[in-house]
């Protein structure tokens, strides 16, 4: 497939479907479509579903369901974008994932490898060509994410994904200079989206075509302003950018650098601190989610920091 072929529309700022989760630790499936609504009403370039911090990994099979129906119904009624998120380590269950997303007919639909045990390149070109056929037509995103049991580079990438014509798209880390000029040197043809809080960089670097972002949990209405001013002003989208950094770096990231919380849970606390929707901090368990007050205590200095991101 050429370069021109290959190359796919989906771009710019996604939001994440984040779950509502109950006290029992059940899913409030009434508050999820509140959120959906939300987020349509933010009129961002698209919504996806289970992402990390959409907890795909922590769900029943008739959970997964419930929530792409939710997400398809709402989203095509609306005339929104939409992703869904197939990911499980297990390949089995990943590919039956995938087989019933592609019933929902979404925009794409995101797949990680395989990873328990890492996969060599063989193997991993191997699990894309069957999980293309399962897609059904339907374009694939490959979400290697700097947790993954294997964290491929550039060249690795292009490797793997290059021949698989159905993946459009990787959901991936960006790093310094020599990675952009890495990036620009071997994934060309693809669509990529990269950590929520650098996309200004990446746009700037002409690599990123959009992220699936933390910031869009922040505010999602606020992200999807940023992302438009990338077009318009370069300059004063990055100077916002240093001032996200300067927040994330400050008053998000040492909840999982010293104490151990999960990027979903940092997520979930993004969201109540921007506090748009029925999301509250809480995880499904095992895993610990930071308290509501964090947020609440978050939130002036968020607003005062990134006031851009609240203007309605
Ligand atoms: C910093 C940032 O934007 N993080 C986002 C990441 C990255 O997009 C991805 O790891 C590629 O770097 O994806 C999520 O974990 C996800 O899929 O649920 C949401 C999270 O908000």
New binding site residues.
Partial sequence: MSMTTRRHPIAGNWA?LLLPIAEDDSIDFEKLGEEIDILIAAKVDGI?S?????E?HNQTEAEYERIQEMLASRCRAAGMAFVI?ACQPDPIIMLDRLRRATAHKPLAI?VILPDWWPLTNLEAVDFLHRASEAADGIPLVL?????AKRVLSPAELSDVCGPCPSVVGM????SDDAWYAQARAYLGEFSL??????LATGIKQGVAAG???????LSPHGAQAWKELMHADIDAALEIEGRICAF?DSHVVPFRRDHGYS??A??KL?AAIGNWGPVSTRLRWPYRFIGEQEAKGLRERARAMIPELFAQ
């Fill in positions: 994440s996806y289970n992402g990390t911090a959409g795909f998120g995101q979400y290697n994410p700097p947790h959901k991936i880390a960006d989206f990269i950590p929520g809080h650098h992220a699936f972002s933390n910031v869009a949990c994330m990027n979903a940092l997520d993004l």
